[in-house]
Nanobody, 126 residues
């Protein structure tokens, strides 16, 4: 049974930084496609960043240049470095995982990911 556990959320002021981590366990494949999504109450889940087994990445336009996704395959861990945070980045951030072989163009689509963490709150004040 695959389990994902996020950590690193919190409250910061505008312009600050946070680093989210997500550790996975129970995978039956050697390589994982990872993604971070976020959700604001009353809105749908938005793809923020994703990375495949080759290290290719995709970012939402709203975070490009500010957020960086990385992975440690040996530890089955994915990270999201968030810099220059803005109040509009406030949301619950979810880690998601899937097997390898995803199309790069689909990496930010929630339907591609069968496994999800519980979420961690990120709050940015102005």
């Amino acid at each position: 049974q695959v389990q994902l556990a996020e950590s690193g959320g919190g409250s910061v002021q505008s312009g600050g930084s946070l680093r989210l981590s997500c550790v996975g366990s129970g995978f039956t494949y050697n390589y994982v496609t990872w993604a971070w999504f976020r959700q604001v109450q009353g809105k749908g889940r938005e793809g923020v960043a994703a990375i495949d087994k080759d290290g290719d990445t995709r970012y939402a336009d709203s975070v490009t240049g500010r957020f960086t996704i990385s992975q440690d395959n040996a530890k089955k861990t994915v990270y999201l470095e968030m810099n220059n945070l803005r109040p509009e980045d406030t949301a619950i951030y979810f880690c998601a995982a899937a097997g390898p072989g995803k199309l790069l163009s689909r990496l930010l689509l929630s339907v591609e990911y069968p496994y999800w963490g519980q979420g961690t709150q990120v709050s940015v004040s102005s």
